[in-house]
């Protein structure tokens, strides 16, 4: 499969660990790795201004948002990694989610126009020049960044039908999940005629352990998908009234005895590994995919080398490096 290569590091192990972890997925093969800014973890900056000194060619990104950062701020930062790098960065924006907002107590208010206006403000202090400017939620006051002028590209992790119509408008890419929603999600994004790449972000489930580990994940899907999502997922309103139902009485992990394997291999491939490449490929030419991203959610450098290796062969059909 010709496709570009990359992971996801929810960064919930040590800071060495997730440094060796993105030198290791770059010894491996893999085009790219981007952070998850989850806001009372590691610092997603910190991480990629170590990584930058130990790698030489994987791209490297944050997924993050305008709610716990301020668009300037990310805005500096992104840079800086991309000087450190030269040039190697990359910026995931996201609305908000319930893993990183609730323990901070903020509400997930005007999402559309805190993703709008962040794009515009990076847009705009990558010029490098004075930036006078006032949006929905933000305003700068003749900001400028020291960094110089910055080519850095913006993409968007999106589920709701207002947040894909802006990405396809004003995004340089596009983060997808939900399998079975991959294609009503590009249709959305791409009414506004443009080009923009695209990204699918899985875990894949190639061993009962993993399938079972996509039970317990299943919960933060339900939490934050919109409609549309939930329909093309093929869950009905009883069964999403009885899922909610148990995450506020025993938590996320309490949903888990209530997901089948069906609901699985909707929202992600799942199967032997041969029927995981089969099903990536069939996505691929299908969606015209760009890039495919694992998740890497828990530590445990040996089993996520094990992962990266597993995945790089599944996914390019031959053995990494």
Avoid at 242 to 259: N, Y
Wanted: proline share 5%; aromatic share 6%.
């Amino acid at each position: 499969m010709s496709i570009g290569l990359g992971c996801q590091i929810v960064p919930t192990m040590p800071i060495a660990e997730v440094v060796e972890t993105i030198r290791v997925a770059e010894e491996l093969g893999y085009d790219y790795c981007m952070v998850a800014d989850e806001g009372l973890m590691q610092d997603i900056y910190v991480c990629l201004g170590a990584v930058a000194g130990v790698t030489e060619s994987i791209r490297l990104g944050v997924v993050t948002n305008g709610y716990t950062r301020h668009p300037a701020a990310t805005a500096a930062a992104v840079a800086t990694v991309n000087e450190l790098s030269g040039g190697r960065a990359f910026v995931t924006l996201v609305a908000g989610g319930t893993m990183v907002l609730g323990p901070m107590g903020i509400d997930r208010v005007a999402p559309l126009a805190v993703v709008d206006d962040t794009i515009e403000i990076l847009r705009s202090l990558w010029r490098g020049e004075p930036v006078a400017w006032e949006g929905r939620r933000f305003r700068l006051d003749g900001a400028q960044l020291s960094h110089g002028p910055q080519s850095i590209p913006i993409w968007v992790a999106a589920r709701g039908e207002r947040i894909l119509e802006l990405a396809g408008r004003t995004a340089d890419g596009l983060v997808l999940m939900a399998k079975a929603d991959l294609g009503d999600a590009i249709a959305v994004a791409g009414r506004a005629g443009r080009g923009f790449t695209r990204i699918y972000l899985d875990r894949l489930a190639f061993t009962p352990e993993m399938i079972e580990e996509a039970r317990g994940l299943y919960g933060y899907a339900l939490l934050d998908s919109p409609p549309r999502v939930l329909r093309n997922l093929g869950i009905d309103a009883a069964t999403i009234e009885r899922m909610r139902a148990a995450v506020e009485q025993g938590g996320v992990e309490a949903m888990a005895p209530l997901v089948t394997d069906e609901m699985v291999a909707a929202y992600q491939i799942a199967g032997s590994r041969e029927q995981c490449r089969s099903q990536l490929e069939e996505m691929i030419g299908r969606h015209a995919l760009d890039g495919f991203f694992i998740n890497i959610i828990a530590p445990g450098l040996e089993a996520n080398r094990r992962l990266l290796s597993d995945v790089a062969k599944i996914v390019r059909g031959v053995d990494p490096p």
